[in-house]
């Protein structure tokens, strides 16, 4: 038995469910280009940190199963699902862009997909990095502070009910937070706030539980300091 086999039977975290893969799912002009063009079969992509970079906001064992095990199944799930249907010749953007049309299991799981592979890399080791000043500009002129964004974003992350994501996305020139339920994105044609996204953090439970339990706020607020504003930053054109 493994370390993470000897923490859910003892804790029973697997039987109550926090680990099942969930079925759910996004896109962005900036982000990865070669994902533009990624079709089926989809891959889980590496991380370019280690499991135990992230400490202590966020712990080893949190990051090595959401990444291996539930990032891991939306992709397995994603491929099934498009396999020998008209969404295999897709590029993921693709099919988040029309994802109404779609199945839920390739809504959910595309968006998992996507919005998973965002994450990664808006999060990262401290490297002192900060929003460029083009992006440092649009803050100030949206929100007034950097501080105020926080305020604002920490309150969407706390309010969205049950699983989901908080978002700073780019729409109309504007810079404005919004969250989405489960794994849907804001670059889905379903979703009532469409834009490019800047920013996402993940609030299910998976994501925190293990380090914080009920305390979705001290997670909240250590995300804050494990952000890469180079990605972040890279991800704001005008
Ligand atoms: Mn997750």
């Known amino acids: 038995m493994n370390r993470l086999e000897f923490l859910q039977k003892t804790i029973g975290l697997a039987g ?3 680990f099942l ?28 940190y280690d499991y135990k970079a992230l ?21 397995d799930n994603l491929n099934k ?20 049309k779609a199945p839920a299991i390739i809504r959910n799981n595309g968006g998992g997909h996507w919005n998973h592979s965002f994450f990664w890399k808006v999060i990262g080791p401290v490297n ?18 950097i501080d105020n964004l926080k305020i604002e974003f920490n309150k969407a992350a706390m309010s969205r009910f ?10 109309d020139g504007k810079l ?29 439970e998976h994501a925190y539980y293990l380090k914080y339990q009920n305390k979705r706020a001290d997670y909240v607020n250590a995300f804050w300091t494990i952000i890469n504003w180079d990605f972040v930053s890279s991800q704001f054109t005008k």
């Open 21 to 48: 893969p969930t079925i759910m799912n996004a896109s962005s002009k900036g982000f990865l280009d070669e994902k533009l063009v990624e079709k089926a079969p989809f891959s889980l992509p590496s991380l370019t």
């Open 162 to 171: 049950g699983s989901g994501w908080a978002w700073l996305i780019y729409k």
């Open 55 to 75: 400490e202590p906001a966020i712990d080893a064992l949190t990051m090595e199963i959401h990444h291996t095990r539930h990032h891991k199944a939306y992709v």
């Open 128 to 145: 002192g990095s900060k929003p460029s000043k083009v992006l440092n500009d649009q803050i100030v002129k949206d929100f007034g502070s």
């Open 81 to 100: 699902a498009v396999q020998q249907t008209d969404w295999e010749q897709k590029s993921l953007e693709e099919i988040l862009g029309a994802v109404s």
């Open 16 to 18: 109550a469910g926090l």
């Open 176 to 204: 404005q937070i919004t969250s989405t339920a489960n794994q849907d994105n804001p670059l889905m044609d379903i979703v009532e706030v469409k834009g490019t996204p800047i920013l996402a953090l993940d609030v299910w």
